[in-house]
């Protein structure tokens, strides 16, 4: 099946910052997909241009089929979107807007539309100035929901929304998911992410940090505890390929998260001289997310040869690991 949203080498470039710099991202139909970011990572900008708000530097990408720098007005009416904050025309009631909005849908949009405020315990009669935070972002979803898009797409969607409605909300997207309709949705709250995305890519400052469903993610990444008898001795690279994803060291102990490891790197790992202990487990995904969003993480340059050409460094051989990686 062809998925809904096919990103390659997407770069927006703004007068003073590089907000993607050459995304590839394909987002298979059927799913909840989670982008997780911090602060700037360019999510929404990558939202606005799939919704067609913004025109990429340079790269392409399609959703449902088409292009949004192209079919824009299509991609719209296809597609549901709830912006971190969602226009609403101040001076209507819910009633108003949502006759507005459902002229430029089938005649299916108004009775959902109702039902939906109904459910959310909106009054129709209510003028939109007036209505809270919270009530906003359930009439925004509402508009979005009601010409039931095959692809959903909300940036920071629970915010403002009480924890129940938050719950309901997103437990309702999963029955989305199951129906073979995508919600692609830009968050900062792990916890709820981590209990109804069943695929997750971390952006970090314009760039995919990783990508994939996240059962194997939270399966293939250790957080991997290390005790040294010294703290100035060196950690050589895994032969098995394993990718240090951050690294931290406090003393004699350093603390890593290594992805697609393999057992025989523990075991490995302990046969080294000078090393006191390891213990490993699973990172959570709150973890994982750090990890790859920690900038001064890993140093990798430490990381030069694989174990079956380096023993562990001792304090003098530290310098020469260094000067062998530049
Ligand atoms: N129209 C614009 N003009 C100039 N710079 C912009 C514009 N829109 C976004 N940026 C910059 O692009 C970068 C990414 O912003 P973006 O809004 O995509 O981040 P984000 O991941 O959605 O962040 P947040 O979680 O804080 O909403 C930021 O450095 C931001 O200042």
Redesign the pocket.
């Given at each position: 099946m062809d998925p809904i949203i096919d990103i390659s080498q997407l770069t927006?470039r703004?007068?003073?910052?590089h907000?993607l710099r050459g995304v590839d991202l394909t987002i298979p139909a059927g799913t909840v997909f989670a982008l997780l970011?911090?602060?700037?990572?360019?999510?929404?900008?990558?939202?606005?241009i799939l919704t067609g708000f913004?025109k990429p530097t340079s790269g392409t990408c399609r959703a449902c089929g088409l292009d949004p720098t192209r079919d824009a007005q299509q991609i719209r009416r296809r597609i549901g979107y709830v912006s971190?904050s969602p226009p609403l025309y101040d001076w209507m009631t819910v009633s108003q807007i949502g006759g507005f909005a459902g002229s430029f849908y089938e005649n299916s949009f108004w009775p959902t539309y109702e039902d939906l405020c109904k459910r959310y315990q909106i009054q129709m009669d209510q003028k939109v100035k007036h209505l809270s935070k919270g009530q906003r972002a359930k009439v925004a979803l509402s508009l979005a929901l009601a010409h039931d898009p095959e692809l959903l797409i909300m940036?920071?969607p629970t915010s403002g929304l009480d924890p129940k409605v938050r719950r309901n909300f997103l437990e309702s997207m999963i029955d989305r998911a199951a129906t073979g309709r995508t919600v692609l949705l830009?968050s900062?709250q792990i916890n709820e992410v981590e209990r109804v995305a069943d695929h997750i890519a971390i952006?970090h400052q314009?760039k995919i940090r990783l990508v994939g469903a996240l059962d194997t993610i939270r399966a293939s990444i250790q957080q991997v505890t290390i005790n040294l008898d010294d703290p100035l001795r060196t950690i050589p690279t895994f032969s098995s390929g394993a990718e240090v994803l951050s690294e931290e060291r406090s003393g004699r102990s350093v603390q890593m998260y290594l992805q697609d490891s393999q057992p025989n790197d523990m075991a490995q790992l302990r046969d080294l001289s000078g090393v006191v202990s390891v213990n490993h487990r699973q990172a959570t995904l709150e973890e994982i997310f750090v990890a790859c969003t920690t900038d001064d993480g890993p140093s990798f340059g430490q990381h030069t040869k694989p174990y079956d050409e380096q023993e562990l460094g001792d304090t003098e051989t530290h310098d020469a690991l260094w000067a062998s990686s530049r």
């Open positions: 927006m703004f007068r003073r910052c907000a970011g911090e602060n700037g990572a360019g999510k929404t900008t990558m939202i606005r913004q971190d940036d920071e830009s900062h952006l314009g």
